[in-house]
């Protein structure tokens, strides 16, 4: 069975401190690992992706995240957060053995970073 | 690139009838897309798997007699809601997979904010 786990509904942080978003999974064979963001009345952007290599992933605006295999996990992370980062942010997985391509999503985790 | 694109944005209808959702991928062919709904403050909720020719794959729980899917094209798939009701208003977003690449993210549109009078 799939699933993800981000352990926190809300997370705060002051403009220019670094934030971190949590994220555990567990899979039946090995991961693709994904994290996404969404703004209010829009749909999921992409911003990273682990799928093989090097377990520190950069990705759009800023954020990275660091795969974990030992620990299942996929934290995703940024030196310095802006206001415009303030969004829901979700942690996608799936299967690389499935056939179905479907992901399997954290219940979000907004994000508030205050001036 | 990797766009995909949904229409209509918003929706208000009465009670009853039927409302057509349509989920494009702009730049991109897609062999699979799928369709989603989300509650206020939830994470996204499957709904169904759809594959370019044949029939989609629904969800359990999922009436497929009520959400109708089609999915006749590599670039268009299409979600109808058959004589909706109240509680069927929700957030429906569509995502799509380009080719049969599955360590490539899925791609999301915008959703569409269905409102049941």
């Known amino acids: 069975a799939q699933s993800v786990a981000q352990p926190e509904d809300q997370v705060n942080v002051a403009e220019g401190n670094p934030l971190t978003v949590k994220c555990t999974y567990s899979v039946s064979g090995n991961p693709y690992l994904f994290w996404y963001v969404q703004y209010p009345n829009r749909g999921l952007q992409f911003l990273l992706k682990?799928?093989?290599?090097?377990?520190l992933v950069k990705g759009s605006y800023g954020f990275e995240a660091e795969f974990n295999k030992s620990q299942t996990s996929f934290h995703l992370k940024k030196p310095s957060a802006l206001v415009s980062d303030s969004a829901l942010y979700f942690c996608a997985v799936r299967d690389r053995g499935s056939t179905l391509g479907r992901l399997y999503f954290g219940r979000g985790t907004q994000l508030t970073v205050w001036p | 690139g990797a766009v995909v694109s949904q229409h209509p944005s918003w929706v208000i209808c009465k009670s009853g009838t039927s409302v057509k959702i349509e989920c494009r991928s702009l730049?991109?062919?897609?062999?699979?897309m799928f369709w989603y709904r989300q509650f206020p403050k939830q994470s996204l909720m499957l709904m169904a798997t759809s594959n370019e020719g044949s029939k989609a794959t629904y969800e359990q729980g999922v009436e497929k007699d009520k959400f109708l899917i089609n999915h006749a094209s590599l670039t268009l798939s299409t979600l109808t809601v058959t004589s909706a009701h109240p509680e069927d208003s929700s957030f429906y977003i569509c995502s799509a997979i380009q080719g049969a690449a599955y360590s490539q993210p899925q791609h999301f549109g915008d959703g569409t904010r269905l409102s049941i009078l």
């Open positions: 730049d991109f062919q897609a062999t699979t």
């Open positions: 682990y799928i093989t290599g090097d377990n």
